[in-house]
């Protein structure tokens, strides 16, 4: 099978034929962006605030099936002093008009997992540069639909993973780069957040909380829980990943050669309904596959190790567990301690990283602050959509390309089938099919994203 032939394969179930266009890289530069956004629930919600607040960004359209996501994005939009939206509403299906506008540079995707990859592949072959939530991808197939959509049109797909742009792992990443840590050998991480209690305060009124899930379920417990009944994996690897893919120069340098993957048994969420709702509640009766904890080792390409957890379903205080280690030094995010042989005043012992953060802080970071200060997250949301606006107006790869949305969603279905081989190694493909010799760094570069 010719590689035409095989993507033609591979994404036939597009429902927008590709009728051919200038590749993205060759357009002329632009210095005004319009955007539509699918999807505007909580998380599409935050985007378009950034984008509303943005004076070079126009939301042309919005879509959502849900009319309440609707009137609250307008709101979004008429609060920053910018005019409604065309909206989409009608359908599941309505965001494919959406599409057919000619008046849209850019598509921002936020909408449950299982609709990324059909709604990117569709943007993609609309022409229009893509940007995704986190996790791009849920099947490895469809982590080879993105790769093979943006081969086949050359239209961009950027994974819009906001932690890679954490103060702190941002300065690491700038520490890492310099030597500091001399090389690099481990890197540890993961998603550690209680989602047991999905909930949301918009100031008048509480949302969510409670047991329910499915359509009784509020934001995403709408759509997210049931995952956890059907899918035994790291089911959120990318907030952990990404940073540690950047430091490690993952598909530019390096990449992941296999995973392993080992987890619990699923106990948490079964205690939490029985606790909230009691036993006759009909949800106890619920069996949910996901282990509590899902523990997966990644080995690369240079010789690193790197390990990621998914921790979702018990009590614990929120943390991404960072660990940067090479053959001259550590740091770690909980406690944000470092220790530098030859450089730490005493052998064997932390110090705090607060000097380092301030010597080592990424330019991004001293230029962008007070932009940065009213977005979400600590600010990071802002510098995320941020490099989608800009990667549009100058015509250029997103810093987070399509092969690294590919690569760091596929631990998620890999993880699945290791847990499901009793904790076997599992290859990792190289979705850059050998560009990862030659590729250079994107990410992180100077303070113009
Ligand atoms: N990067 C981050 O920090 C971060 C934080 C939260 C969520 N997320 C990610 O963002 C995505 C959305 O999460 P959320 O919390 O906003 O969930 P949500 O349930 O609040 O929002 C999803 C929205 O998609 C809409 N939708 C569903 N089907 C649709 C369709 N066919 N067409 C148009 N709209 C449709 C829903 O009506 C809903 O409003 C997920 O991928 C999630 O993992 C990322």
């Given at each position: 099978?010719?590689r035409r032939?095989f993507?033609?394969?591979?994404v036939?179930?597009?429902?927008?034929?590709f009728?051919?266009?200038?590749?993205?890289?060759?357009?002329?530069?632009?210095?005004?962006?319009r955007?539509?956004?699918?999807?505007?629930?909580?998380?599409?919600r935050?985007?378009?605030?950034?984008?509303?607040?943005?004076?070079?960004?126009?939301?042309?359209?919005?879509?959502?099936?849900?009319?309440?996501?609707?009137?609250?994005?307008?709101?979004?939009?008429?609060?920053a002093?910018?005019?409604e939206?065309?909206?989409?509403?009608?359908?599941?299906k309505?965001?494919?008009n959406?599409?057919?506008?000619?008046?849209?540079?850019?598509?921002?995707?936020?909408?449950?997992?299982?609709?990324?990859?059909?709604?990117?592949v569709d943007?993609m072959?609309?022409?229009?540069?893509?940007?995704?939530?986190?996790?791009?991808?849920?099947t490895?197939?469809?982590?080879?639909?993105?790769?093979?959509?943006?081969e086949?049109?050359?239209?961009?797909c950027m994974?819009?993973e906001?932690?890679?742009?954490?103060?702190?792992?941002?300065?690491?990443l700038?520490?890492?780069?310099?030597?500091?840590?001399?090389?690099?050998?481990?890197?540890?991480?993961?998603?550690q957040?209680?989602?047991?209690?999905?909930?949301?305060?918009?100031?008048?009124?509480?949302?969510?909380?409670?047991?329910?899930?499915?359509e009784?379920?509020?934001?995403?417990?709408?759509?997210?829980t049931?995952?956890s009944?059907?899918?035994?994996?790291?089911?959120?690897?990318?907030?952990?990943?990404?940073?540690?893919?950047?430091?490690?120069?993952?598909?530019?340098?390096?990449?992941?050669?296999?995973?392993?993957?080992?987890?619990?048994?699923?106990?948490?969420?079964h205690?939490?309904?029985v606790?909230?709702?009691?036993p006759?509640?009909?949800?106890?009766k619920?069996?949910?596959?996901?282990?509590?904890?899902?523990?997966?080792?990644?080995?690369?390409e240079?010789?690193?190790n790197?390990?990621?957890?998914?921790?979702?379903?018990?009590p614990?205080?929120?943390?991404?567990?960072?660990?940067?280690?090479?053959?001259?030094?550590?740091?770690?995010?909980?406690?944000?301690?470092?220790?530098?042989e030859?450089?730490?005043?005493k052998p064997?012992?932390?110090?705090?990283?607060?000097?380092?953060?301030?010597?080592?802080?990424?330019?991004l970071?001293?230029?962008?602050?007070?932009?940065?200060?009213?977005?979400?997250?600590?600010?990071?949301?802002?510098f995320?959509?941020?490099?989608?606006?800009?990667?549009?107006?100058?015509?250029v790869?997103?810093?987070?390309d399509?092969?690294?949305?590919?690569?760091?969603?596929?631990?998620?279905?890999?993880?699945?089938?290791?847990?499901a081989r009793?904790?076997?190694?599992?290859?990792i493909?190289?979705?850059?099919?050998g560009?990862?010799?030659?590729?250079?760094?994107i990410?992180g570069?100077?303070d113009?994203?």
């Amino acid at each position: 099978m010719n590689r035409r032939n095989f993507i033609q394969t591979t994404v036939a179930g597009s429902a927008i034929p590709f009728m051919g266009h200038a590749m993205q890289n060759d357009k002329p530069k632009t210095d005004r962006v319009r955007l539509g956004f699918i999807g505007v629930g909580l998380r599409g919600r935050n985007h378009l605030n950034v984008a509303a607040k943005s004076a070079d960004v126009d939301v042309v359209a919005i879509c959502d099936i849900d009319p309440d996501a609707i009137k609250r994005a307008q709101a979004v939009l008429t609060r920053a002093g910018k005019k409604e939206a065309v909206a989409y509403s009608k359908d599941p299906k309505d965001y494919l008009n959406l599409l057919k506008r000619d008046d849209i540079d850019g598509v921002v995707i936020a909408t449950p997992w299982e609709l990324h990859v059909p709604m990117s592949v569709d943007s993609m072959r609309a022409g229009k540069y893509t940007a995704v939530e986190v996790s791009a991808t849920v099947t490895l197939q469809e982590s080879w639909d993105l790769v093979n959509t943006f081969e086949e049109t050359g239209s961009h797909c950027m994974i819009l993973e906001n932690v890679c742009y954490r103060r702190d792992v941002m300065a690491v990443l700038n520490m890492v780069r310099q030597g500091m840590f001399g090389d690099l050998q481990y890197g540890h991480c993961g998603y550690q957040h209680d989602l047991r209690n999905v909930k949301f305060n918009d100031g008048k009124q509480a949302y969510g909380g409670g047991v329910e899930f499915g359509e009784k379920g509020f934001s995403e417990a709408h759509w997210r829980t049931q995952h956890s009944v059907d899918r035994n994996g790291d089911l959120y690897p990318t907030h952990g990943l990404g940073p540690v893919a950047h430091w490690m120069d993952i598909n530019r340098g390096n990449k992941f050669n296999y995973l392993t993957s080992m987890a619990t048994s699923s106990k948490g969420l079964h205690k939490y309904i029985v606790d909230k709702g009691g036993p006759d509640h009909p949800n106890a009766k619920v069996k949910f596959k996901l282990g509590d904890i899902v523990t997966t080792m990644i080995q690369c390409e240079n010789g690193q190790n790197i390990v990621v957890i998914h921790d979702t379903n018990l009590p614990r205080p929120y943390s991404l567990c960072f660990r940067a280690q090479g053959t001259e030094g550590i740091w770690m995010d909980d406690n944000k301690m470092i220790y530098l042989e030859n450089k730490s005043p005493k052998p064997h012992q932390w110090e705090p990283f607060d000097k380092y953060q301030k010597e080592y802080d990424h330019p991004l970071w001293k230029k962008f602050e007070s932009d940065a200060q009213n977005a979400g997250h600590g600010g990071i949301d802002f510098f995320v959509l941020r490099a989608f606006i800009e990667s549009i107006k100058n015509k250029v790869t997103p810093p987070m390309d399509v092969y690294d949305a590919a690569a760091w969603s596929a631990i998620s279905p890999l993880s699945e089938l290791s847990i499901a081989r009793g904790s076997t190694a599992v290859e990792i493909p190289d979705f850059t099919r050998g560009k990862w010799k030659t590729n250079k760094r994107i990410f992180g570069l100077n303070d113009q994203y």
